[in-house]
């Protein structure tokens, strides 16, 4: 048993929240509001904290109110440092003014993060409706990308995008192998952000194996915020289960970033890619269809899976597998399924010993995926 | 104040659940398992209930008991009957077996529907992996069409169909201005089954105006079924956040065929559409952009439009407008937005009275949307 | 339809989170810190706002951070603003010096009521551990009693308040009929404060007729705060469900005081006493028991509940009744149960009209309860 | 990585949920409806389930089927099997039968416990109002005792249970040391039975240091089962937050019984008592205050003790101690926490070895409690 941490912070200083409100251009009358949470005294588990930047909606005419304090809070809640960009609007925001914004931002939170005890590669952006454009295009096409994106009904087609800005550009295009994970949520019936910029954008992630959360309420009206009462007109009709995005979001970020833990965050439990296939190197978490279409890979890997398919016909004989009955699966439909499985799943699931995925790890990680 | 419902039922009688399995096929081993609830005596205010209709899954090599009963509990719960189709497989599930098994079960339900104190009209599909294509399969070209449809890391673009059913139909290229609400939702990294699948299916619902709700959460492996600790590997890794499918389907189901009210469901909340568009005649639910490309519509609005401007034009000048700042919004920016909105939320933003809406709107029904 | 109100704030002024640290007395190191958010312009239905004044605890011995500001953001991102006050600990926590550093707050909160735009008689206190002894102190025993009170594993007991602060009260005897509405959570085998300290204190608003709500869980370290990860030893063992507690206080501040509405809290759904037995004058809101007990309010009732009851009758005979069935309760069951019904709800349950209801209430509100 | 077991059933058997009613006695009109999930197959984690027992209520005058299937459905979506006895009532349920009929059916699942793959001990009654109270009798004076109770809104003090049925006893005095861990649930203005009823219930359970958990939500009436839309007339005001008592209640059941693991259930994370004060035999569970007041034990402590002290007092010297600075503490105070914490976490706390407080825990279990 531990106790929580109960030592009080040196006498008459009090670990305050503390805000301030920077000027990051002010003939664009650009400002980057700080919500710093306290770290180290009683929060003796947390030396630093993750960070979150957030990006409000108003069709690069405004930046509402209503998408700045109330989505801070729940991050702050959460242990989170939350920021806020009022980035460059109107005729400001021909472009790239408001990226320019975005990245002067970033690159002042990451520089400041030894002094604001942060952790520089655990910062998010969060962006609505056009701020969600500008997240999409801060995940895709920045210089100081973020480590996580949560975009809010957000514009990223280019024919959407010029509807609200002429000059800025379509983000579908620029997802990347580089692209962060992202989360997306909007409501179906959004009558401003037509839902396909939704749909799109995660199309685009999938096709470049990025993590992404997506949620699509059924209906509501676009705008929503954290769809907390107090952010919404009283007369809203917009299902309960939208105000889970705000939960879900927090978990996911956790997923991605790590859980607080002792004394720093924990591993992370959700990979950036779902199999090795991009990296730079071959691996057993490259697909087994992907490493026998490599002949360099094919070669190592025939005689193994040879062995490893012997020992385990005659460990069948003997025991009643927990397994999935070969005698039930279609060979052909099994063959397709085997082809996108991860080498080391399949080799786990045919209870090859650790060592030996290991080994073979070992051997694949010395040819260049090319 | 009114008091629940607390009359007995007859003395000696039990409203209980009543449970049997139906043999719809005996050579093809197809079964129909129904869970059927009372209605009326406690129940005063339900003569009828809504139902589900589950589709395990299983690769059509079998029929997972993991996505069977412990799908049905939670709906049960609900309020909802539910039934369990076990349908055709191996090699009974040649094309069209499963779908005929499908349209004999809806078709058997439909009809015993006043005797078994079912709505005829609410009844949803719920299918998982293989029986989640099937499930699209009855949302998109069965005769005896479902209400609703939840789809559970589904199978539904063909190439992947084939590698479990090699005789089974594509459903992304069928579904059409007929199909009914669907609720997707899989885990990102599903190793069987690719959540391109997901994507692509609520891709085309967004393109036919179907109205849907989609979840995909970042991680987590097939086949996951309610998500429930008693379905799982206890050694599985999964969010926690994915088991809200189940009262989110649930909630989602109730916006889309009402709540239990007083003596019947209420008013739905989630239409089917986003706007007219796609109906029969014209009516203030077309969107602005769609009606004045109709001349006849164009015809009707224009002077009427003239007038209720000038009426606003000249409120505006009286009041301190809640509304959006005209002068915030760049004039073309504007201009795209309007062309997407309904005509009735146009006009409710303009502050045109009810009955002038309602006028205009039976002047717009008179036109054939052509 | 109405939009959500989306007017920006005037030119260049952004509507952000106010902080400041009050110092109430220098000598005694008391501090104010106010989280104020802004009303008004795009929060436009929020003209004002109920608040939270939070007391941290640390037996008398310090003000803890872990319950201070962590608490504050889960009220903020729910619209509330918040008040954090460090009172008088270690020599200066000699009795009333804690209670005067709460009555100087809230007298000082009240006094800016206007200029902070929060609503005067919706202010809640939020006290944990020792702070929980003084919120319930506050509740109890103050010149200026809050509005509400939620006790966060409280010190209520004289012999437990003694063991952290020996000049301190008890706080169960104080309980009165002006005691606010109260919400009271802990854990069972908290081993600090003994959960007897909990159920005494809720057994003591019950004996008062004070609304409360309370939540016992059934295991857990003292101290857990909000209960967020950000908060806890990373090796805490807690369940997932006492974080509810948070949303759940919300949830009950807002049956309490009114939930946001159109430009103002709407009616509050849960009233401070169960029934009217202890207001000035007698009412329907009285029990028939507590009425029939009273000569003047029996003469009053006794010829209108004889005639009630012959319509009741004959109506009974025409239709299938959605009540209880008479028959099935025992006649000696059914006397006692009426006794502590309120005569509305029986009037109700009888099927009398509104107006009459209306009628008999103006009659008994002219009988002084004595 | 292990796959969820996917092995489907022998061909041709389909695991299904198995229902019967079982007549206990005729002349009584008692019967045992049994709703029993299927065990292994593709449940092959699950050789046995955990099983609740559900009273409905009705005043001893009916059982109410709106507290029978309705409350059965969600506890087997979470795994468990579920049995409804509908006990004796009206003339019948002069006492004991009621208790018989519970005694009759608890016998008759606990000797069926192999056949219908049941844990014998990890069997829960659930009861609601009259049969909260028989469940509540269930818990302190039956001869075949379950192993938790669930109790909603019940009956349990003398004088209202006597208010239903005039021959029943009182529960409040029968509470004991064998008394199972109790989950209690009510409304605080249920006007049919007096909040008052958990609130002394609970007591009792505190005084005995039997585990327990207690939710009392501000407001909602009498009866309202699992507070599903289903289950309630459509106009009921009940907060939301009511039906959290349905998810809350299996999760304690998990934490009183364990989680579905690897073939068998998990140990408990909740312990019957908060201390070892009650057991035979002392133990490093009893609380410190407790031990020294026991010659024997004092004896065997105080030269351990000592040398702790030391040891820890060398090592605070060295590290910056996460730990309460002991100088924040008024000795008086700690000396009074210190009495009541368990002397296991105590010596946890002073960072004494695991062996050391293994070996002390031996040498305390040969003293006897008396």
Request: glycine letters at 6%.
């Amino acid at each position: 048993m531990r106790q929580p941490a109960l030592r009080p912070a040196a006498a008459g200083r009090r670990l305050e929240m503390k805000s301030e409100q920077i000027v990051l251009n002010q003939s664009r009358n650009v400002t980057l509001t700080t919500y710093l949470l306290e770290a180290g005294g009683e929060f003796g588990n947390i030396p630093k904290r993750p960070a979150v930047l957030i990006l409000p909606g108003g069709g690069y005419q405004f930046c509402s109110d209503r998408e700045a304090d109330p989505v801070a809070c729940p991050y702050l809640a959460a242990g989170f440092d939350a920021f806020i960009l009022r980035y460059s609007v109107r005729k400001d925001a021909v472009w790239p003014n408001p990226l320019d914004d975005y990245e002067q931002a970033m690159q002042l939170i990451r520089s400041k993060a030894e002094e604001w005890n942060i952790y520089q590669d655990k910062i998010a952006v969060i962006g609505f409706s056009a701020g969600g454009h500008l997240a999409a295009c801060a995940a895709t096409m920045s210089v100081n990308r973020p480590n996580a994106a949560i975009l809010g009904y957000p514009v990223t087609i280019g024919d959407d995008v010029r509807s609200c800005n002429v000059t800025a550009p379509d983000t579908i295009s620029a997802v990347d192998k580089n692209t962060c994970p992202c989360f997306v949520f909007a409501t179906r019936t959004d009558n401003l952000v037509p839902i396909r910029n939704s749909i799109h954008f995660v199309d685009a992630l999938e096709q470049n194996d990025i993590s992404f959360e997506c949620h699509i309420y059924s209906h509501g009206p676009h705008g929503f915020s954290t769809c907390d009462a107090s952010v919404q007109s009283y007369d809203t009709v917009i299902p309960q289960r939208v105000r889970s995005w705000v939960p879900d979001s927090i978990a996911w970020l956790k997923d991605i970033f790590g859980e607080f833990g002792n004394g720093c965050l924990t591993q992370p439990v959700c990979a950036k890619r779902s199999n090795g296939n991009m990296d730079d190197y071959l691996s057993v978490d490259c697909t087994f269809g992907y490493l026998m279409s490599k002949p360099e890979a094919a070669a190592v890997l025939t005689p193994i899976l040879d062995k490893l398919k012997k020992a385990a016909a005659s460990q069948n004989d003997d025991q009643n597998s927990q397994s999935m009955d070969p005698g039930a699966m279609d060979p052909a439909a099994m063959a397709v399924l085997t082809q996108r499985m991860k080498l080391r799943d399949l080799l786990s699931f045919g209870r090859a010993p650790a060592e030996a995925i290991e080994q073979i790890d070992q051997l694949l990680r010395k040819i260049a995926n090319t």
